[in-house]
């Protein structure tokens, strides 16, 4: 079976978890939890330091490897992912389904472990991609705030210490926060969550920078 393993950067002044393969997220490990958390969570957890500076080169170079094959919008999205617009490129690839197959296959083939999603809006696409068990995942149009509900807080891309904090008032998942006035919540923590449950529901534009 699959060792969990997980990489670790500095986030201020704290080590989080940058990234977690899919017997570490099985095991209830999370981005942006703290790295001391983590490995009293699952003993034996394997532990690599991240390297940013590397890891930044390596997306850039996936991203024009994507561009060349995949759609004509593609951009690194810092840490670990790739955003693409793959609005009229799905079709050449046979289905949506089919294309996010052939990605995640053949960067496997390449000793590169991938997840992908799509979704109506790229912080959905991003929160399925990283906290769905499943390696692909295509969200059925128009489906608003249905698939994040049962997400950790983390999927909605927020800073880790807000996330913490939101944990210790007892909220668990999006659907919790998704679920709450949001007036409320910008007085305590500011724009950030109204923000990013903005983009991840599709209210505003997100555009992506190739």
Avoid at 146 to 169: G, H, M, Q, Y
């Amino acid at each position: 079976p699959e060792v969990p393993l997980v990489l670790i950067a500095r986030d201020g002044s704290r080590r989080v978890v940058q990234a977690a393969n899919a017997a570490a997220l099985a095991a209830g490990l999370r981005v942006g939890m703290p790295a001391t958390k983590a490995q009293a969570l699952v003993p034996g957890l394997l532990v690599e330091e991240a390297d940013t500076a590397a890891d930044a080169q390596e997306l850039e170079r996936l991203a024009i490897w994507l561009h060349q094959r995949v759609a004509p919008i593609v951009a690194p999205d810092p840490p670990h992912g790739i955003v693409i617009d793959t609005t009229g490129a799905d079709h050449l690839h046979g289905s949506e389904a089919d294309m996010l197959d052939a990605i995640v296959g053949r960067l496997a083939m390449s000793g590169v472990e991938a997840r992908a999603a799509i979704a109506d809006s790229w912080g959905a696409a991003h929160a399925l991609a990283r906290y769905v068990s499943q390696s692909t995942v295509v969200a059925t149009a128009g489906h608003q705030a249905r698939p994040l509900i049962p997400l950790p807080l983390e999927c909605l891309r927020l800073p880790a210490k807000i996330s913490n904090d939101l944990r210790v008032l007892g909220f668990e998942t999006a659907g919790d926060i998704i679920a709450q006035p949001r007036s409320p919540l910008t007085l305590r923590f500011g724009p950030e969550i109204a923000r990013r449950l903005a983009q991840a529901l599709g209210e505003v534009a997100e555009p992506i920078i190739a």
